[in-house]
């Protein structure tokens, strides 16, 4: 059973387009992060959420957590091609637990 | 962010031959580590959390004598696949763990095996 469902799995969309990347679960989760993922290196970090309904901005990323804190989102605005990789969501469920990741999102920007 | 390194980069072995793979945080001491495995263009597979001065804890599936894991201190653990064979050929991530809920990971930059 995967806890945590991202979507969509692939994604290919034009430089300036918007895209939305869902997170989500059944669970609730004292955090959750978003990473980002180039070929042949580790996840980068992006941002971590905690509180229910919380906003954050990175830029022209915006990551939302869910109200009941079992979802999430990230918005990209204008993609650009730099923006492409692997994003992947990741929730820590009880303090101090190992984190869980879901399967990640392939992302590609075409120039 | 942190710093975590890995080392190797990438390793090429024979098959039945133990290659040891090390992850390092240069700028935090991190009480615990995680070591992922991931095949290609899939997700993060968690293997085993180490922790510093104890046995590691290996998730379902995992064989720990297979994989050993030695977390001698705050800021190395080491990941050795002991008799190697091609299945075992992946790409190997660290993470190192710092701070309380909520807690960050800091991933290394990963290690390409490639078992003969």
């Known amino acids: 059973t995967q806890l945590l469902e991202q979507s969509p799995q692939f994604l290919s969309i034009q430089e300036g387009e918007n895209l939305t990347v869902y997170c989500n679960s059944s669970s609730v989760f004292s955090s959750l992060q978003w990473y980002r993922q180039e070929p042949g290196e580790g996840p980068v970090l992006l941002v971590t959420?905690?509180?229910?309904?919380e906003v954050k901005k990175l830029k022209r990323l915006t990551f939302q957590f869910g109200d009941a804190r079992k979802d999430s989102s990230l918005h990209i605005t204008a993609a650009q091609p730099g923006d492409t990789g692997l994003y992947l969501c990741a929730g820590e469920m009880n303090r101090d637990d190992k984190i869980i990741f879901g399967k990640g999102t392939r992302l590609h920007i075409l120039p | 962010g942190a710093v975590v390194s890995q080392h190797p980069s990438r390793v090429i072995c024979k098959s039945g031959t133990s290659v040891k793979i090390e992850c390092r945080s240069l700028?935090?001491?991190?009480?615990?580590m995680f070591w992922y495995r991931q095949f290609p263009k899939k997700s993060l597979m968690l293997m085993a959390t180490?922790?510093?001065?104890?046995?590691?804890?290996?998730e379902q599936g995992v064989e720990k004598d297979k994989f050993l894991i030695n977390h001698a201190s705050l800021t190395l653990s080491t990941l050795t696949v002991t008799s190697a064979h091609p299945e075992d050929s992946s790409f190997y991530i660290c993470?190192?763990?710092?701070?309380?809920?909520?807690?960050?990971?800091?991933f290394g930059p990963g290690t390409r095996l490639t078992v003969l």
């Open positions: 180490s922790n510093e001065g104890s046995k590691a804890t290996y």
């Open positions: 993470s190192a763990r710092r701070g309380t809920s909520p807690q960050k990971q800091f």
């Open positions: 959420v905690v509180t229910g309904g």
């Open positions: 700028d935090f001491q991190a009480t615990t």
